[in-house]
DNA sequence: TTGTAATTTCAGAAAAAACTGAAATTTCAG
DNA sequence: CTGAAATTTCAGTTTTTTCTGAAATTACAA
């Protein structure tokens, strides 16, 4: 694929927000491309377009289906996968939330849960820190809560939900 | 400090999380340490806590400075600094979401508020991918704008907003 | 001032992460 | 089946990131 001063801007400016969360700078740079990409394509195209091995767009590929980004599409008369990311962006941010969800905020509430557990039997630990694993505690499984939440709606309901904000704070008077 | 089995978990699991959010893994078990700390505690003693060079303390506080998460602290006869962190957890999950939507969210838009005025003036890129632009663009601007609301709460206000998760869905019906 | 403790800086070392290219494996049309 | 295309694996290399320890700087008590 051809890029241009636009769409290179766009793929290294995702690549290097993608090393701030985590994500390899070269997984993000795929999924950059997929994003902006007009049609599926396939791994040797990514690899040429990018300046990547293809091996390392295989990695990437599978990293990303890890995290249910991206899906396989197929030519008639083309035997290669063709890539593409979702159609729609706010699914995709549900699916990046599930994912952290389950990766991150879970495991951490239980390591929480365990802590403050262990801290509240033993006196070799004192009572500042137990209440600090509590309290982590506590507003990680709210955010956990959320997450969930969100995963009961369409990526039209979150949209309508995002654009709810000011309501939502509201609330709180 | 002495560590226990159960703040030796916590500290090197928030240390692996570091890693998968984009902070260095010793930088998030300074910042661990700190959090269960029940005062706070000067450099050299995070140094050989963690097993970890003095320089490298003096480089990872300097970091958590920079997303506002420790405090420096004096104690009469000791020059040194003593750290910690600040003792509201909901505060500090404020600051992080003032900093990221700072250093990632607000420059991502911009960069995309660009890339879509560039491709609406140019034939060379199609409209499916101005399209994804925009709605990226529209994407990360609402979530730039419920951090933004965010941050006018307090942290006990911020609490009550994380409890008032269902009534929050239930808006939609 | 002066000397010492505390901290920071920084060049080089070490460790971790990511990438390459060749080989192995899988897939599938003929 | 057979062979070529597509994909994956993986050992070794490169790159990036992080860490160390010595030296420089800063802070401050005497």
Known sequence: ????????KFILHWGEMGTRW???RSVAQIHALLLISPE???????ATTLEIARSAVSAGIKELQSWGLIRIVHHMGDRRDHFTTLDDVWETFLLILRERRRRELEPTVAVLRECAAEAASTK???ATTLKRFSDLAELLELT???????????PAGL?????????VFKLLG
């Not at 694929?1 to 290179?8: D, N, P």
């Not at 599926?40 to 990514?46: F, H, L, R, V, Y």
């Not at 949209?159 to 309501?167: E, I, M, T, V």
């Open 144 to 154: 956990d809560r959320w997450c969930d939440r969100a995963q009961s709606l369409s």
């Open 124 to 126: 070799a630990i004192p």
């Open 159 to 167: 949209k309508r939900l995002a654009n709810l904000g000011d309501k």
């Open 1 to 8: 694929m051809k890029l241009t001063s636009t769409t290179k």
């Open 22 to 24: 985590g994500i390899s």
């Open 40 to 46: 599926p394509i396939p791994a040797d195209e990514i």
